[in-house]
């Protein structure tokens, strides 16, 4: 059985960003001119910090180092967070995402831009936005109903705190 590079990295590299009390999310390979860049993507249900990138970040320099896993040749590793238009792939991303406004692409068609509101092991219950003075309607959501999801980046929403003092 062959298992890929990325697969390889991940089984070496993940106890290592666990230790660190991260989730390693996502591993590429890609080559830039002649060198490679090894990008590793971290997160957490509370985030991560710059201090966490820089440990884990040379926790996983250190064991590259020590092995062969990149071969040989020269790379670069960059460490460092989904960001903030993530992709929702996992169960923990969709809870990481409660109470964010998200792009759903659904496998029956069609799109649907919603506010995850609770998660649970079948499905997401979400706020779509009223429009036009309209309020906002509640829909349940399958996880087989979606296609593809991603986090979407909101400049002029107001926070708890600003609610609870309008309230």
Known sequence: MS?????????LLEP?????????????V??????RVLSVVVDSDDGA?????????????AKLDE???????????EVGTPGAERALTEHRHYVRATERLVRFQLTEGGELVARIVAVDDEGLDVEVPGVKGRKATARRIAFGDVDKARVQVEFNRKDKNEKEEEA
């Open 3 to 11: 298992t890929t590079q990325s697969e390889r990295l991940r089984e």
């Open 16 to 28: 290592l960003v666990a230790s660190q009390g991260l989730d390693l999310e996502e591993i590429t």
């Open 30 to 35: 890609d080559s830039v001119g002649r060198k």
């Open 49 to 61: 910090d710059l201090d966490q990138i820089a440990d884990v970040s040379r926790a996983l320099s």
């Open 67 to 77: 092995t062969d896993a990149m071969g040989e040749g020269e790379y670069t590793l």
